[in-house]
């Protein structure tokens, strides 16, 4: 027999160390693969749970959704479909008090505005579910205003997609008041989703518009003999201080930004007619400035008449002693509410 050369034997022996690391290695990999499927397996179940959990949420919104653009929710649903997880959609609440016996005239008077953009959005083209208007009143959801440490009402917040609500997520009412075209701004800030809100054909101005042109064309005719009234510069100077009395007065202001006629206290009870800030109004206060400016003016008014008129001395005495007292009584008050609302101003004129 021949005898084996040790180069052969060598060789053979690091073949057979070869064949037996790949093995290793080939056993190695499919532990780890098993390790991997293992643990695997309940978070792929986890995942596929949160998802039909997701779809059943946003199927139950949409359809409430389609047949009233404003969700009303109770506690129940607004822990499940608002604030628990899972959410790929921001919800806009508003938090409210709607029941006659809380005699909340700011409430109906939001309601109906955050009913126009609800509806603005539900039968617009670019309606999808990424955004859904919801309402949570004190009645139907008292432990919600609890949860959430509210005490005043109307409220809107923002619950957004991913997170919690920031500052910014909370609508500042009394600074921008509650038009629909103020609260679609808003929501396009905190969601970038762009509302156009549509109202519904309102025919009153028209009509008052259309009443006052016939009134005035029907004086002309009457009057087509003599028209000297067209120059009478008494007519036209009150015309010209009305216009600008009601302009003064914030009037334009009210209508671009839809403020609340007032505020009451929810817990007090106590009527607000003046906002305690610079950078707000409500319409009251509007009518309550008009009526001290043009108390002022029919002072300065008397004043003039007392200086100029051919009466006798007797009345233009009293007409100057009535202008003087109303342009001091009003210009003090006008100067009362411009302290209340500009804090810290030093001056002050009969009354503080």
Known sequence: MGRRSPKSSANRCGAAGEGTGMAALRVAALGWLVLLLAGGGPWVAGQKKKEMVLSEKVNQLMEWASKRPVIRMNGEKFRRLVKAPPRNYS????????????????????????????????????????????????????????????????????????????????????????????????????????????????????????????????????????????????????????????????QMWNHIRGPPYAHKNPHTGQVNYIHGSSQAQFVAETHIVLLFNGGVTLGMVLLHEAATSDMDVGKRKIMCVAGIGLVVLFFSWLLSVFRSKYHGYPYSFLMS
């Open 91 to 250: 919800v806009i609440v508003m938090f409210t008090a709607l029941q006659p016996h809380r005699q909340c005239v700011v409430c109906k008077q939001a309601d109906e505005e955050y009913q126009i953009l609800a509806n603005s959005w539900r039968y617009s083209s670019a309606f999808t579910n990424k955004i859904f208007f919801a309402m949570v009143d004190f009645d139907e959801g008292s432990d919600v205003f609890q949860m959430l440490n509210m005490n005043s009402a109307p409220t809107f917040i923002n619950f957004p997609a991913k997170g919690k609500p920031k500052r910014g997520d909370t609508y500042e009412l009394q600074v921008r008041g509650f038009a629909a075209e103020q609260l679609a701004r808003w929501v396009a800030d905190r969601t970038d989703v762009n509302i156009r809100v549509m109202r519904p054909p309102n025919y009153a101005g028209p009509l008052m518009l259309g009443l006052l042109l016939a009134v005035i064309g029907g004086l002309v005719y009457l009057r087509r003999s003599n028209l000297d009234f067209l120059y009478n510069k008494t007519g036209w100077a009150f015309a010209a201080l009305c216009f600008v009395l009601a302009m003064t007065s914030g």
